[in-house]
């Protein structure tokens, strides 16, 4: 098994892409979804799929944003592509969204705010809460390595959350 590289090797272009899953992620939020958005950009910088959460328009308990872009994405794109693409998340994924990134073959996730804090956002409520298990945790499971950077731009990230979680 491998473990997740930890460069933390995070660039302005990963911030300029980042700033553009947290848009999704108020694209989200504005249509009564859950405010996460993602965003897969190839290793040449072509932007391969954008998605934000979708579960209460589709009723899709899996229509996550990460897992959205990784289907829009996975449609179009070799696994060699993906390969090397890169995975832009408001939030840190969860172990499901983690899934789907290890299945696509996706070697570089960049995430904003962490699962810890989101935890305070989402409140004690059984409906909100998540599997308490870092996406790290998942990653390191992989035969292959996957490189994990976040939680970053966390005051960007959470602004979404602020006001629309309920305790």
Same mark, same amino acid.
């Given at each position: 098994?491998?473990?997740?590289? &930890? /460069? ?12 553009? +899953? $947290?848009? %999704? *992620?108020?694209?989200? @939020? ?54 090397? &693409? /890169? ?12 899934? +789907? $990134?290890? %299945? *696509?073959?996706?070697? @570089? ?59």
């Amino acid at each position: 098994m491998s473990t997740t590289m &930890a /460069t933390n090797a995070f660039t302005g272009q990963d911030g300029l892409y980042l700033q553009q +899953a $947290i848009a %999704w *992620s108020c694209t989200a @939020r504005k249509r009564g979804n859950r405010p996460f958005g993602a965003l897969i950009v190839s290793g040449q910088g072509d932007v391969l799929a954008e998605a934000y959460c979708n579960t209460t328009e589709t009723g899709d308990c899996t229509g996550h944003a990460e897992t959205n872009a990784v289907r829009e994405a996975s449609l179009r794109t070799s696994r060699e592509v993906l390969a090397r &693409a /890169t995975l832009y998340s408001s939030a840190e994924p969860c172990v499901m969204c983690a899934g +789907a $990134i290890f %299945w *696509s073959g996706i070697q @570089r996730v960049v995430f904003g705010i962490d699962a810890v804090s989101l935890r305070v956002f989402r409140g004690e409520r059984s409906e909100q809460r998540d599997a308490e298990l870092s996406c790290r945790d998942v990653f390191a499971a992989s035969p292959h390595p996957i490189e994990c950077i976040g939680p970053v731009m966390v005051h960007e990230a959470s602004e979404p959350h602020r006001g629309f979680w309920k305790s």
